[in-house]
């Protein structure tokens, strides 16, 4: 097997022709007959982050990529697009997690062609922002028995990312490190936390009932919460589903993204630091959300009823 670090040397030399050929063929199977004459020319067009998303998934199927199999043709295309331009960790992460979860003996299965559009219209701040709740979830709930697609379970995987903990892992631009943390600073955070979860949602990557802010927001939502700047999110069935696809699970049930059977290794290049906090349970909220339901039912029969008199 080729040595990773060698592999990028040589195709920052623009000498890889032995390498991502041979690689390209144990990835891509029938599909790299496919593509004809262009392929013949793939050494030399394919720049150093194509190679590197071609070598992450590699990493990420192991020995599975010795096995007979292939990519789908539209798979193989969009991954190509994408990965020439790739120079964020995390993206290309996802791009490789995607090919790598592509890869089976019906080279027609073209599923990922979907999860890649979907990372297309990502930012790389809301690509991280996905990663860092589902690591966060898959950390913080792993061995219970909850499902993102059950209508009950997901509300009690809800989390809550303190402001601090989005800040320690960089889903901010570098230079918001370098000042003060002020009222303008946190209204910026704000702006680009709203694009991150307003986008997220959008895809159906978290529920879109998400929420919070500033320290007297948090508080006034949740008063037995301890209160601190933050945001409340909550998984969805898809946000699972693209998760498991960037880490090479393809074939696993978003019901058992929980499972303690299910190991996730890390993505390298992406450290998490620490974990948010699990938010409470919402037992409570639930029995006063079906009060209240009742009392608005039984008022709107009141006045039904009411009126029908008056006639």
Known sequence: ?????????????????????????????????????????????????????????????????DEP??????????????????????VAEYVA?????????????????????VIR??????????????????????????????????????????????RENKVFPTNYDQRLVTTDVFNDEHVLLTHIFNGLARHDLIDSAWWGGSDDIVRAGEPEFAAQSGYFVTPTGFGVELFLWAHGFSSTDVTAFLSSQLLLEALP????????????????????????DKRETDAFVRRTLAARRGL
């Open 269 to 292: 290049d992406v450290p998490v630091a620490g974990l948010p906090l699990y938010s409470p349970d919402l037992t409570k909220e639930r029995a006063r959300k079906e009060i209240a």
């Open 121 to 166: 219209q990502l930012s790389t701040f809301q690509l991280r922002m996905h990663y860092l709740v589902y690591h966060s979830i898959k950390n913080l709930l792993n061995g219970k028995e909850l499902s993102a697609l059950n209508f009950d379970d997901a509300p009690h995987m809800r989390v809550f990312l303190p402001m601090a903990f989005v």
């Open 97 to 117: 997690g995607v090919l790598a979860s592509s890869r089976s003996e019906n080279s027609l299965d073209d599923r990922g062609v979907a999860y890649l559009a």
């Open 1 to 65: 097997m080729e040595d990773p670090k060698l592999i990028t040397d040589l195709a920052t030399l623009g000498a890889t022709a032995w390498a991502s050929k041979e690689l390209a063929g144990k990835l891509l199977g029938p599909t790299f007959d496919y593509f004809g004459g262009e392929i013949g020319n793939f050494a030399r067009k394919c720049n150093v982050n194509i190679t590197d998303v071609f070598l992450r998934a590699r990493r990420i199927l192991k020995s599975k990529v």
């Open 69 to 90: 199999g292939g990519v789908s043709p539209r798979v193989v295309k969009d991954v190509l697009d994408q990965a020439a331009f790739c120079e964020d960790a995390m």
